[in-house]
């Protein structure tokens, strides 16, 4: 009858004891959603249902209303060189670009994650920015840290798709 979240936020009591507000997340690639967890059953509930990232969770003093913090975060791929670093090309430019890892090919293209086709995959990126090309594309790859074998035929990343963390392989 419990829930099995993968991680845990803050938790506010409701005034009148008769149950939990909380943010927690079901998989590590899912953003935190607001709970109702009451008391003393434990059947928990979804109160949000969406793609924001909630934290933090606060109620006033006769729980009529709350606060949380929603987490919006924007990351994009930069190329600079080595011996100047602040005079780097932006390469991306949408929401969540590389966050889970980036990872550098032989033949020089850059292997990294992406929501840009709505769902978390994995893509490659020459180094000027041209030539993007989506990799994955099962809609639950949620790809993270790829990296790419010594010999440079395979990249190697982590996943949710079967329901827990597993390493997984694929042919570049």
Same mark, same amino acid.
Request: glycine share 8%; hydrophobic share 30%; with cysteine.
């Given at each position: &009858? ?35 967890? &009451? ?16 934290? #933090?969770? @606060?109620?006033?003093?006769? @729980?009529?209303?709350? /606060?949380? #913090? ?8 930069? /190329?600079?060189?080595?011996?100047? &670093? ?10 969540? #670009?590389?966050?889970?890892? /980036? ?12 929501? $840009?086709?709505?769902?978390? $995959? ?23 840290? &790829? ?8 990249? /190697? ?6 329901? @827990? ?8």
């Amino acid at each position: &009858p419990f829930h099995r979240w993968n991680n845990l936020d803050r938790v506010a009591w409701l005034s009148d004891g008769s149950g939990v507000i909380t943010t927690a997340d079901d998989k590590p690639t899912e953003p935190y959603q607001i709970w109702l967890v &009451p008391y003393p059953t434990g059947d928990a509930r979804l109160l949000t249902s969406d793609l924001s990232d909630y934290r #933090n969770v @606060s109620l006033t003093a006769d @729980s009529t209303a709350l /606060v949380a #913090n929603v987490q919006d975060s924007t990351s994009n791929l930069w /190329v600079a060189p080595f011996a100047q &670093p602040g005079g780097g090309q932006q390469l991306t430019s949408s929401k969540q #670009n590389g966050n889970y890892g /980036v990872a550098w090919t032989p033949d020089g293209r850059i292997i990294y994650r992406s929501n $840009e086709s709505a769902n978390s $995959e994995l893509w490659s990126i020459s180094a000027d920015g041209r030539d993007k090309r989506q990799l994955t594309n099962d809609g639950t790859s949620k790809g993270r840290y &790829p990296c790419m074998t010594p010999d440079g035929r395979h990249i /190697v990343f982590d996943s949710y798709r079967s329901g @827990s963390i597993q390493l997984w392989r694929m042919d570049t």
